[in-house]
């Protein structure tokens, strides 16, 4: 096996995803993991409270809480209720680093002082991109910090079926057709505020920590370790964990997940304390969660007395472009294109606004339905502050348009992370949703609660990153007979 230093995106090559996974042990047989899993945590009175920097990571569960709010009052509420995985909306992805720090450190210190009054520990779960973009370690740091915890070992588990991201030796992959490409490799590492140059996650590690820690230093767990040894075999490793160490989980199927779950456990009942930097799939399995089939057409009673539905697309990534394309080619839908650079111009933002506003408001009273998407040119900052700026720009362009429609739309489709969470908070007033569950692989679904603007909307969150080309028109399509 090469060094981790010689495992550097510069020399990795892709892999081909069926002999990849055929190399591999087959998973630990034992299929009763997650229902014991969650039985753990109802003994325990444990609260699983997944910290989400954008909402698309409930992309996985089902009849969950979603909170967008973290006051102390709201959290000792919801902590007393018995549930055992609550979701809490950061959108810190949408942040500069201090503002995110910042927040964290709020959200930490608030829930502290909630789990007291509730009689409730907690696990928390920082939940963030499964192609590795975010704050990190910052986030992490100070949501230790403020939760005056001293975790043994920070776990780093990116792996996330439905998008197809596996972490196998220690490298984080990202599916693309039948290939599995080393993830500092693709489009998601270019991002102009979280790029990154590597795909070994213990040279990311000492990359996002500026050396903190040393790759060669960083603890993984082994897929051989985890798919022949089990649990017990799991145990030792995680036991070792010391100073807040790096944990790599390599995974390629969601029973490693339940395995590397079931010995972190185990591990805290000796005492060992654990902070998680994770992909969807594994707040899913922490949490006990069962998998669900999708939902269709049948799960949805949509109003009659709405106008028509609505699709928001902010995500600019090529996939979300692709998509975009392919659900503007279905017949029977109004295109309202809102141009970027207009929107970050002073002195055209007025107008661009005022003529998609219109188009808007006639397609829905006249019950037809609409896509509002952004140009797809993508403006990057001077720095990643800058960009994130533009971002913001455009983000809030998409609330105010949303937020001036003239009537509730039958149901909406919001595409990319940040979109989503922005369209939820301030467009819709969002401030607690339940999910109802996925619409397709990774796309989750929300029932807005009473207090929202739209009560019982369903909010479809769709990620820029999942999906086929097809995957957004399937979704639309779903959505548009649900309504008949």
Excluded at 8 to 22: G, I, M, N, V
Excluded at 85 to 92: A, C, E, F, K, P
Excluded at 330 to 340: A, H, I
Excluded at 351 to 366: D, G, K, V, Y
Aim: proline share 7%; charged share 20%; with cysteine.
């Amino acid at each position: 096996m090469r060094s981790p230093s010689e495992l550097t995106a510069e020399t990795l090559p892709s892999l081909d995803l069926q002999t990849a996974l055929a190399a591999l042990p087959p998973p630990w047989p034992d299929a009763g993991l997650r229902p014991l899993i969650r039985e753990r945590l109802k003994r325990s009175q444990v609260c699983v409270v997944v910290i989400d920097d954008d909402p698309t990571g409930t992309q996985t569960v089902h009849d969950v809480p979603v909170l967008t709010t973290w006051d102390e009052a709201e959290l000792e509420s919801e902590l007393q209720s018995g549930a055992p995985v609550v979701y809490l909306l950061s959108n810190s992805r949408a942040l500069p680093q201090g503002e995110a720090v910042a927040l964290a450190r709020e959200i930490g210190a608030n829930l502290r002082r909630a789990a007291a009054a509730a009689g409730r520990d907690l696990e928390v779960i920082s939940r963030s991109d499964s192609t590795l973009r975010g704050h990190f370690p910052a986030e992490t740091d100070a949501l230790a910090e403020a939760l005056g915890l001293r975790p043994d070992a920070v776990v780093i588990a990116p792996y996330f079926r439905e998008g197809g991201r596996y972490t196998l030796d220690g490298v984080h992959y990202v599916q693309q057709g039948q290939l599995l490409v080393p993830a500092a490799q693709t489009e998601f590492a270019l991002d102009s505020a979280f790029g990154y140059r590597h795909s070994d996650l213990r040279c990311w590690a000492e990359e996002k920590s500026d050396g903190r820690w040393k790759a060669d230093a960083v603890v993984t767990l082994p897929l051989p370790t985890i798919r022949l040894g089990g649990p017990q075999g799991v145990l030792p490793l995680v036991l070792e964990a010391s100073d807040g160490q790096p944990l790599i989980v390599n995974a390629a199927d969601d029973r490693d997940l339940e395995v590397v779950v079931a010995a972190l456990a185990q591990a805290r009942d000796r005492g060992k304390r654990f902070l998680y930097r994770t992909a969807a799939s594994f707040a899913k399995v922490r949490g006990g969660i069962t998998d669900r089939s999708l939902l269709g057409p049948h799960d949805f009673a949509l109003p009659t007395n709405a106008g028509g539905g609505l699709v928001v697309v902010g995500s600019y990534v090529a996939r979300s472009s692709r998509q975009l394309a392919r659900l503007l080619a279905q017949p029977g839908w109004v295109p309202v294109e809102v141009e970027v650079a207009a929107l970050v111009d002073s002195a055209r933002r007025g107008a661009a606004l005022a003529t998609a506003a219109e188009a808007l408001s006639a397609a829905l009273t006249n019950g037809r339905d609409a896509v509002l998407y952004t140009s797809r040119e993508h403006l990057a900052g001077g720095s990643p502050g800058e960009s994130l700026a533009i971002g913001g720009a455009v983000s809030d362009a998409l609330v105010a348009l949303v937020a001036g429609l003239p009537l509730r739309p039958r149901y909406l489709i919001a595409k990319g992370g940040i979109t989503s969470s922005d369209l939820a908070t301030r467009a819709l007033g969002v401030r607690r949703a339940v999910v109802m569950g996925q619409i397709a692989p990774g796309v989750p679904v929300w029932r807005l609660s009473a207090d929202s603007h739209w009560p019982d909307l369903p909010y479809v969150v769709f990620p820029g990153n999942v999906g086929d080309d097809e995957t957004l028109a399937e979704v639309a399509e779903a959505l548009r007979i649900a309504r008949q």
